[in-house]
């Protein structure tokens, strides 16, 4: 908190009346326009102290990208499925091991650094970023815990797809007289690559509020996701949230559309490319930075992208408790006896 009154006076009103517009029932329109003007209120803070845990997450996309899938496409034995399965085996637990548990930690701590940034400023408080990196640090094992959770829930239909291929390569290599049973299997696979992409939104959508309540409510994971579907789910005088939650997904992905070949284009102008080709003097070093500058743009969207996802759901956890749970008359009644003598313009 601010050491000077006049400031500290400021800010306290300010964050009070956030607290009364944000703490109502809203349309999906109006929690995503709450959301993404709470973000740029809270912009600066947000990206400074989420710039190393993007960092994070960029280095194990980087390593999956560079790294473990290039190894997919080579063999050491063209003429043994065995081998090659026994490959593919290799790199996916490298990829479990290793790749994946820095992505995990990165987005992990990017989630929980924003959630309570977000929180503070929605219940009238002024945010406290060194509470919110404790808070976010000191949760850590429960949020990558639950990024496992949501991650093999999410991705379980591109796991189950790429097992029944792999068995399908397996089946045909035993011999003549299965190629019929190959064949099926391989289109199940190939089928379920198509619908794992709805199972990846359903899940996302019914479990959206789970980082929220995790860090704001101190569950676990899966009761943290039962709660998160109860909270979404319609009720007999209210929708369901399931609405702002594609809404959402739409915003994100023109956001997207829109930020990716603006960094590109801009990295183009510059033409830092060719400064990394002069400036590097090991030609190893300088192929690995190039590789690094291609798919910087992946770390800008990162570093943007996940925050405002984590803005959104904030608030829409607090007005789904609004809307089931009366959250709004409990917060504020809190904040009339605690502002009582805070609120005073203290010289």
């Not at 590097?280 to 969207?301: D, N, R, T």
């Amino acid at each position: 908190m601010s050491a000077d009154p006049l400031e500290r006076y400021l800010l306290l009103r300010r964050s009070t009346s956030e607290a009364r517009l944000n703490l109502r029932k809203m349309a999906s329109g109006e929690i995503i326009d709450s959301a993404l003007r709470v973000y740029q209120t809270l912009g600066r803070p947000i990206l400074r102290l989420t710039a190393l845990p993007a960092t994070f997450t960029f280095a194990g996309f980087a390593f999956l990208f560079f790294i473990l899938l290039p190894m997919l496409t080579v063999t050491r034995d063209a003429g043994s499925i065995n081998t090659q399965v026994l490959e593919v085996l290799v790199t996916l637990a490298i990829s479990v091991g290793v790749a994946l548990p820095i992505i995990m930690v990165g987005f992990s701590l990017t989630t929980g650094i924003v959630v309570r940034l977000v929180a503070d400023y929605v219940n009238g408080s002024i945010p406290d970023e060194k509470g919110a990196v404790r808070a976010a640090l000191h949760s850590l094992r429960r949020m990558v815990g639950l990024t496992i959770y949501e991650a093999l829930m999410a991705f379980s239909g591109v796991i189950v797809s790429g097992v029944l291929l792999v068995l399908s390569a397996w089946i045909d290599s035993a011999g003549s007289g299965n190629e019929a049973l190959s064949g099926f299997i391989a289109g199940i696979g190939i089928l379920g690559y198509m619908v794992a992409f709805f199972i990846f939104l359903f899940v996302m959508g019914r479990h959206a509020l789970t980082p929220a309540i995790v860090m704001l409510e101190g569950i676990k994971a899966f009761p943290a996701a039962k709660r998160s579907v109860r909270l979404m789910k319609a009720t007999l005088n209210h929708p369901s949230a399931m609405g702002t939650i594609v809404s959402l997904f739409c915003i994100l992905g023109f956001i997207a559309l829109i930020l990716w070949p603006a960094i590109f284009m801009t990295l183009s102008i510059l033409d830092i490319e060719s400064g990394l080709k002069v400036a590097s003097p090991i030609p190893i070093l300088g192929e690995a930075l190039l590789k690094l500058f291609a798919i910087s743009p992946l770390y800008v969207f990162l570093w943007v992208i996940v925050p405002i996802w984590s803005t959104c759901i904030t608030i829409l956890y607090f007005e789904r408790r609004t809307r089931l749970e009366g959250y709004d008359i409990e917060t504020l009644a809190r904040s009339m006896v605690r502002n009582r003598k805070e609120i005073r313009f203290e010289l």
